[in-house]
């Protein structure tokens, strides 16, 4: 099989594809560990279609991509992959000039390449609902299962089929709890389905066929905790999974998720005790926000608000990178049908300016080329 490539050049350690794809952000992509190359199925261009796209990287600065039969243009596929691993956010400019000068921790690690997704709103919605009590190898199955019983078949590479994400209409039409309850899902089953079943009615109202127009349209109306407290009145979204939501799925950067682990880090790391007075302050705060009201923890809330003011305006970024050299980890799924574990992978950092921002940061992107595998 032949695959025409493209590639973008990146300064070294922007972007580490083996620590993004496969550490608990998106669900779907499959590794061919042969031929190591990376595979899903993606919305790209804007009549949202799907292509199955594929990714390698060679050397730590190339990224290179092709879609399955051509099946998008590479200038369009090439656009796609930058909004998608936002590659305008120049990472190590961050990590020594902003997050050193706050964070005394972030002297002693680096980011490995380990960005934010810029992922489809509704799939990331859905995948996070999955990730409730869960681990990445069982959230991988239900997304996967979601795509081969309720998506649509878009093509076949390395002798596995590709399936779209299913939309709300999709799952409330061909989907049933039982179903979703016998594929594994357990207590999720009523969740996805009422979830899908809401953002119908929900998209129908506003005049928008499309789940991710929805969001999209609704966030650029609404501040971070209205857009939080709307993606709560969908069952099975809590504060945590709302804030993944908001983070991977609507590109707010300064959002901190706080689970335990993050709580955790934060009480050993950070000395964090929550102080009885902006507790109040905050459950003040959202007495005109009823469901977050009920569905927050204070404590967590104010682990996220301590972190924000620590890390300033990509905070959201500065917890994943801190988080994933916490765990040292990434897991996901290979083209035999296995779900391995693997270390994190180790990157070479580009060399800083005296002032410590990178040389020469205008030419992050560089002139698309076309390759042939």
């Known amino acids: 099989m032949m695959l025409k490539y493209g590639q973008i050049v990146l300064p070294k350690g922007e ?4 620590n993004v794809l496969q550490a608990g952000q998106a669900f779907r992509w499959v590794l061919n560990e042969s031929e190591e190359r990376y595979a899903t199925s993606m919305k790209v261009g804007n009549d949202n279609s799907y292509s199955v796209v594929v990714l390698r990287q060679p050397e730590d600065h190339i990224l290179e991509f092709a879609s399955l039969n051509e099946s ?7 656009d796609h992959l930058i909004r998608y691993f936002r590659l305008d956010i120049p990472l190590q400019e961050l990590h020594y000039s902003d997050w050193q000068k706050r964070d005394a921790r972030f002297e ?9 997704l810029g992922q489809e709103p509704w ?11 869960n681990n990445i190898s069982r959230i991988t199955k239900m997304c996967s299962n979601l795509c081969i019983h309720y998506g649509n078949k878009i093509g076949t590479m390395d002798s596995l ?4 994400f299913p939309t709300s209409d999709e799952l409330v039409e061909k989907a049933s709890e039982t179903q979703l309850r016998e594929l594994g899902f357990g207590y999720r089953a009523k969740f996805i389905i009422e979830t899908a079943k809401k953002m119908v009615q929900d998209k129908t109202d506003a005049g928008f066929k499309s789940d991710t127009g929805f969001l999209e349209d609704l966030n650029s109306k609404l501040t971070y905790e209205q857009m939080r407290e709307h993606l709560m009145s969908y069952q099975g979204i809590g504060p ?3 804030d993944c939501v908001c983070l991977m799925g609507l ?4 959002v901190v998720p706080v689970d335990v682990h993050v709580g955790r880090i934060a009480k050993r790391d950070y000395k964090f005790q929550a102080k009885k007075e902006q507790l109040k302050k905050l459950s003040e705060k959202y007495k005109e926000l009823p469901i977050t009201r009920k569905k927050i923890n204070l404590e967590l809330d104010a682990i996220r608000l301590m972190f924000l003011e620590l890390w300033g305006p990509r905070a959201g970024w500065a917890q994943g990178i801190l988080f994933t050299n916490e765990v040292g980890k990434t897991s996901g799924t290979t083209s035999t049908g296995e779900i391995k574990r693997r270390k994190l992978v180790k990157t070479e950092e580009t060399e800083l300016g005296p002032d410590g921002i990178q040389e020469h940061s205008e030419k992050r992107m560089v002139e698309i080329k076309a390759t042939s595998n």
Not at 72 to 78: D, F, G, R, V, Y
Request: proline share 2%; charged share 25%.
């Open 15 to 18: 972007l580490c594809i083996s």
């Open 72 to 78: 998008c243009e590479l200038k369009t596929l090439k």
């Open 108 to 116: 002693e690690i680096t980011p490995h390449g380990m960005r934010m």
């Open 123 to 133: 799939e990331t919605l859905v995948s996070f609902i999955c990730s409730s009590n």
């Open 161 to 164: 089929d590709f399936y779209s």
């Open 240 to 242: 945590k999974v709302a």
């Open 251 to 254: 590109r707010m950067d300064q």
